[in-house]
């Protein structure tokens, strides 16, 4: 449950916990890990914060995770249920998200949200800013991966509204894969929003003064992805968009 929009009560005793945990809501992560452990439950804990402080975190919980959860949380529940757990579970390779179950998004209350069609069709980013959370919890593993296109498309077609939120670090980082996810996009009258890196789209509009026009087709299908804007539109049933750069 998501406690932005949701009153969490902690009254219960489920078998299992999982947290997951961001600077901004560490310290109150911490407070509910360590009511459940005094009832007995099996807490789990994981997210940036946690993979960027796992000395920090480790006292509040029975496991942690480190790095992206895709590969090592379903090994975790084989040893949850097997009874043999271990404190770290760490990403370190193999990591895709072309088999990722579709989401059950028949457990959000979209009604909470401004834009609850949010989604994630690429992980990480091929950059390297020494600003940036990424190399920090990527490390040890692949650093950028991408959906397939026909599964983000699929699950693009299951959310119902206009509106989407692309969750994703660098939408634009694979142009390859964001080609082909505009281009089957046409068509599906949406509205979408998305982030991605100043440079890439300064690239995209270079690519296209110079007549350059295969490099920069993801760009084209943004329209007018200009540094100010974070809204896209879709006009005569072509879906078009702009990304929030960063």
Excluded: W
């Amino acid at each position: 449950m998501d406690e932005h929009v949701e009153r969490l009560t902690i009254g219960d005793t489920p078998d299992l916990v999982v947290i997951q945990v961001y600077i901004t809501n560490a310290y109150r992560a911490y407070r509910i890990a360590d009511h459940y452990r005094a009832r007995g439950v099996f807490v789990a804990l994981g997210g940036l914060h946690v993979t960027s402080l796992p000395a920090e975190a480790a006292p509040h919980a029975d496991a942690i995770f480190l790095g992206p959860g895709e590969q090592t949380f379903p090994v975790f529940l084989q040893h949850f249920r097997d009874g043999v757990t271990q404190p770290v579970y760490r990403s370190t390779g193999g990591r895709t998200i072309e088999d990722v179950p579709p989401i059950r998004r028949d457990l959000i209350r979209r009604r909470n949200y401004l834009v609850p069609n949010s989604i994630v069709v690429t992980r990480g980013c091929p950059q390297h800013c020494d600003f940036c959370y990424k190399d920090a919890f990527f490390q040890g593993g692949k650093t950028f991966y991408t959906q397939r296109v026909d599964a983000a498309l699929a699950e693009i077609a299951r959310l119902p509204g206009r509106h989407l939120y692309f969750l994703d670090d660098h939408l634009l980082g694979d142009q390859r894969f964001a080609r082909s996810l505009f281009d089957g996009m046409k068509g599906m009258n949406r509205l979408f929003q998305g982030a991605a890196t100043v440079d890439s789209i300064l690239r995209g509009r270079s690519h296209r003064a110079r007549g350059r026009r295969r490099d920069a087709q993801p760009l084209r299908r943004l329209r007018d992805a200009d540094a100010g804007e974070t809204c896209g539109a879709a006009r005569n049933g072509r879906t078009s968009g702009a990304t929030t750069p960063r």
